[in-house]
């Protein structure tokens, strides 16, 4: 069961779109998650959790480890568990006004940068208008993805720019999963019964 917008899927694939984790997920990494779905095709699927936090890991300690000198004054730049898969490489979704020849834009509003450049920008105010650091990604190997969908594992349902970087992330899963239109509570945890 999946609402959509304008951005609807394309082929079937859910680039462009929001993962989320159904109240009987059983993978405790993925419990109440909304993943952001950056690339979604017949290699596979990429995503980044976008309503979690990654421990004790600032931005300026980020900066400091690639020998950038973190800004004496900023905005607040948390920095997101994106998913288990290379949790040490850095990724950022963001405004798709902000461009660099490695920009991947998803879907004509969100785009994914994943250089050092772009922490850079942000930390001397020249970064996009909106954006989310994340560390790691939620990776599926090629039918992976579909295979959980079908099991009852996700729901996919149509981003808006607030929900993607609101600095709520206790209430995100909620609002995603609101915008779907009927209580997920009534949904069955078992394969082809609702």
């Given amino acids: 069961m999946t609402k959509s917008d304008d951005r609807t899927t394309k082929g079937g694939y859910l680039s462009g779109?929001?993962?989320?984790?159904?109240?009987?997920?059983?993978?405790?990494?993925?419990?109440?998650?909304?993943?952001?779905?950056?690339?979604?095709?017949?290699?596979?699927?990429?995503?980044?959790?976008?309503?979690?936090?990654?421990?004790?890991?600032?931005?300026?300690?980020?900066?400091?480890?690639?020998?950038?000198?973190?800004?004496?004054?900023?905005?607040?730049?948390?920095?997101?568990?994106?998913?288990?898969?290379?949790?040490?490489?850095?990724?950022?979704?963001?405004?798709?006004e902000y461009r660099h020849e490695s920009t991947l834009e998803v879907d004509g509003q969100i785009a994914l940068t994943a250089t050092v450049d772009i922490l850079q920008d942000i930390a001397e105010g020249r970064g996009p208008r909106r954006s989310l650091l994340a560390l790691g990604y939620a990776g599926w190997k090629p039918g992976q993805l579909d295979t959980e969908i079908h099991s009852n594992g996700w729901l996919h349902v149509a981003p808006d720019e607030d929900l993607i970087f609101d600095a709520d992330l206790d209430g995100k899963w909620d609002r995603a999963i609101a915008k779907l239109g009927f209580d997920p509570s009534l949904l069955s945890g078992e394969v082809g019964h609702a």
């Fill in 17 to 96: 779109q929001l993962l989320l984790a159904t109240p009987s997920m059983q993978d405790n990494r993925f419990a109440r998650t909304v993943i952001y779905m950056c690339a979604h095709n017949s290699d596979g699927a990429m995503g980044l959790v976008i309503n979690r936090l990654a421990g004790a890991v600032t931005f300026p300690d980020l900066l400091q480890q690639l020998g950038i000198d973190p800004p004496k004054s900023s905005p607040e730049t948390r920095i997101h568990f994106g998913g288990p898969v290379e949790s040490g490489r850095g990724f950022v979704l963001h405004s798709d």
